[in-house]
Nanobody, 122 residues
């Protein structure tokens, strides 16, 4: 099995910063893409940022220039540095990892974290 454990959420004022972390553990042969989604109350779960195993990032337009995604491949960990936070960034943030558990059956499977709350007060 594979587990993703997130940390770093919390309450911050407008303009503040937070750093989210997400570590994947368990039976892992290789981790392909990792990333973050978010879901505000009554809304769909939307992409925030993704990063390939080669560290190529991709961002939602709403966070470009404010958020930075990075990863430590040795630790199977992905980070999200969030700066200049706005009230509209308030949501539960979920990390995901595309994991290949075996080189014998190299089928990638997406795993999700439990979510961490980010609240930005105005």
């Amino acid at each position: 099995q594979v587990q993703l454990v997130e940390s770093g959420g919390g309450l911050v004022q407008t303009g503040g910063s937070l750093r989210l972390s997400c570590a994947a553990s368990g039976t892992i042969f290789r981790v392909n893409a990792m990333g973050w989604y978010r879901q505000a109350p009554g809304k769909t779960r939307d992409l925030v940022a993704t990063i390939t195993s080669g560290r190529n990032p991709n961002y939602a337009d709403s966070v470009k220039g404010r958020f930075t995604i990075s990863r430590d491949n040795a630790k199977n960990t992905v980070y999200l540095q969030m700066n200049s936070l706005k009230p509209e960034d308030t949501a539960v943030y979920y990390c995901y990892a595309e994991v290949v558990r075996s080189n014998i059956v190299p089928i990638p499977i997406n795993y999700w974290g439990q979510g961490t709350q980010v609240t930005v007060s105005s």
